[in-house]
């Protein structure tokens, strides 16, 4: 399954403050691992909100609003999307995360793990599908080459 | 927290650090089979206490130093039995494997290289292609025997037995616990690589059985090849293989209609194409582009799987392109298929009657003469030029030649169709 791993703001990012040379150093060790064990697709980390804008929907009509906004721990700092087998395995993954509130003592962090939605593609029971017959003659050039040596 | 809940955790933790455990114990014991054994033992033992004592902090740490501890006993036992001096040497290398306290003090490049020792072993060509990814899923992805059974939809007994027999034959072999240096590198990388797309392929296009996707194979394939890339950085190949599958993957939810009927690949909503993958995809290929060389077999097969990610209509592929890439690929690994694909690329770039004269050159090949492809390609191009009576043949040939349900199941509707076109 895909799970987008959601890192809320905290008030040091609201405030802009980037984190410390050893916090990043060790965020930087945890995406390499990410990376070696196949886990990681994709990351990004986000700017503070007094950079974004809401727009909302509203009786027919939309507003745009501009940041930043007060909500702190509901907002947003960054996310990656991970791909992992279980719901589990993503909760051991973030455990090693290096702990965000190394960086001050008065800052809370929270990460979130939340399923990304595949509907028919990757359950359990997949539906049957067909072939991509260009595709499926390449899969089997290596079935051929075998059978051949 | 329950039993069950407990298990899962195991299960995660497993599939986090069950590879990385068997190969620091196989750099020990030089012995993979009795490596993975020990590792188990930790397993059963997490299995056993875990719910009572609750999932201590570093569970990883936690299984390993169990591990740790029995693949000593297992030495010291040895070492009475038999008093080699090598065993002396042995113990001492042992000790310091015991100080390591977990595998996260050890050098990330000692695992690293741990990790590809193992992938080369499970690889290994003295075994059978099918003990090589029995091995390969047991070893490397951390999968259960039952998994791997469901997955190949084959009796649990039979995957069983074919990783007892694999581990002996690794023995009985004295394959060593290394990475092959040199020429032999090549070959036995090719051997690697051959097994994860192995793996992909039974995921992809199921040979055999009702249902055509097992996905959980192809998510196991990438994320083996996205391990082997970054423990191989420099292998144009690996990237190559990976590219090749995330593009591949990137397709999985536009080739099935919502009740299921196949899709082909021009019919495809290429909206529904997953451009996170293709991105990915197209950057692995680059990775294989910039490290140089002559590209090989599967950076060739991903440059052409990316020449169609590229189109955002079928209209907009690079048929010309395409085809050029397959007289490449057919310089370097020839073989009937690829000039079967070269045929199929042709057509499309220059119309079917030049396809369909390379087709029927094809007839002739032996190792063709019950490839169900090969009638449904020569099908297809019948189709186009309005040979509707001669296509039904081909393709009722080709239903009659395919394992798969599924597949048959769509060559004969084609069949039906062409009857109705030519009435």
């Known amino acids: 399954m895909r799970v987008m791993v959601i890192i809320k703001a905290n008030k040091d990012s609201e405030a802009g403050v980037l984190p410390d040379g050893k916090f990043l150093t060790e965020m930087g060790k945890y995406n390499e691992e990410l990376v070696k064990a196949g886990v990681m697709l994709a990351g990004e980390g986000l700017y503070p909100s007094s950079k974004g804008v809401r727009v909302r929907f509203s009786g027919g009509k939309s507003t745009v609003i501009d940041g930043p906004f007060t909500e702190t721990k509901e907002l947003i700092a960054g996310f990656w999307l991970w791909q992992v087998k279980t719901l589990e395995e993503a909760v ?10 190394n960086m001050s003592p008065d800052v809370e962090g929270e990460i979130e793990i939340r399923q990304v939605f595949e509907a028919e593609d990757f359950g359990a029971e ?4 067909l072939r991509e017959q260009e595709e499926r003659l390449r899969a089997e050039i290596d079935e051929l080459n075998k059978k051949k040596s | 927290m329950t039993t069950s809940d407990t298990h899962r955790v195991i299960d995660a933790v497993w599939r986090i650090e069950s590879a990385r455990i068997i190969a620091g114990l196989a750099r020990i014991l030089r012995d993979v089979g009795l490596a993975e054994e020990l590792a188990q033992d930790a397993l059963v033992a ?20 169990v591990a740790k501890h029995r693949a000593i006993d297992l030495l010291r036992k040895s070492k009475l039995i038999e008093r080699k001096h090598e065993d002396l040497g042995r113990e001492l290398e042992a000790e310091q494997f015991m100080a390591s306290t977990n595998f996260d003090t050890d050098a990330e490049d000692d695992v690293g290289d741990d990790l590809l020792r193992l992938v080369f072993t499970a690889c290994h060509p003295v075994l059978s292609s099918d003990a090589r990814i029995a091995l390969t899923l047991r070893l490397l992805g951390g999968l259960s025997t039952d998994e791997i059974a469901r997955a190949f939809l084959v009796p649990e007994p039979t995957v069983a037995q074919r990783i007892v027999r694999a581990k002996r034959t690794l023995t009985e072999a004295h394959v060593p616990f290394e990475v092959p240096r040199g020429d032999a590198l090549a070959a036995r990388l090719a051997s690697v690589l051959q097994v994860i797309y192995l793996i992909f392929n039974e995921g992809y296009t199921a040979t055999a059985g009702d ?28 990237h190559g293989l990976v590219a090749l599958m995330e593009i591949q993957a990137s397709r999985a939810r536009a080739r099935t209609g919502p009740s299921g009927e196949p899709i082909l690949l021009f019919d495809q909503n290429r909206a529904h194409w997953d451009q996170l993958l293709i991105r990915r995809g197209l950057g692995a290929l680059k990775r294989a582009e910039q490290l ?8 060739l097969q991903a440059a052409i799987t990316a020449c169609h990610a590229r189109a955002r209509t079928p209209d907009e592929t690079d048929w010309p392109r395409i085809a050029a890439l397959y007289d490449a690929l057919a310089q370097i690994a020839p073989s009937p298929v690829v000039d079967l694909n070269r045929a199929v690329a042709l057509s499309m770039a220059f119309g079917p009657s030049v396809g369909l004269e390379l087709v029927d050159a094809l007839t002739a090949e032996p190792s063709l003469k019950n490839y169900h492809l090969l009638p449904s390609v020569r099908g297809d191009l019948l189709v186009k030029l309005g040979r509707f009576d001669e296509a ?14 599924r597949e048959r199941e769509l060559l004969l509707e084609r069949a039906a169709g062409c009857v109705r076109d030519s009435a």
């Open chain 2, 292 to 299: 140089g060389g002559t590209l090989g077999p599967y950076a």
């Open chain 1, 92 to 101: 051991e993954w973030v455990k090693r995360c290096p702990s965000p509130d």
């Open chain 2, 211 to 238: 249902n055509w996707m097992r996905p959980a194979l192809c998510e196991e394939a990438l994320r083996l090849g996205r391990i082997l890339a970054e423990l191989t950085p420099k292998e144009p190949e690996v």
């Open chain 2, 46 to 65: 997490a299995l056993e206490k875990w719910p009572e004592s609750g999932v201590p902090d570093n569970p990883g740490a936690w299984l390993t130093a």
């Open chain 2, 392 to 405: 039904v043949v081909e393709f009722k040939r080709a239903a009659a030649l395919t394992r798969n349900a």
């Open chain 1, 126 to 129: 997949f539906t049957p599908e």
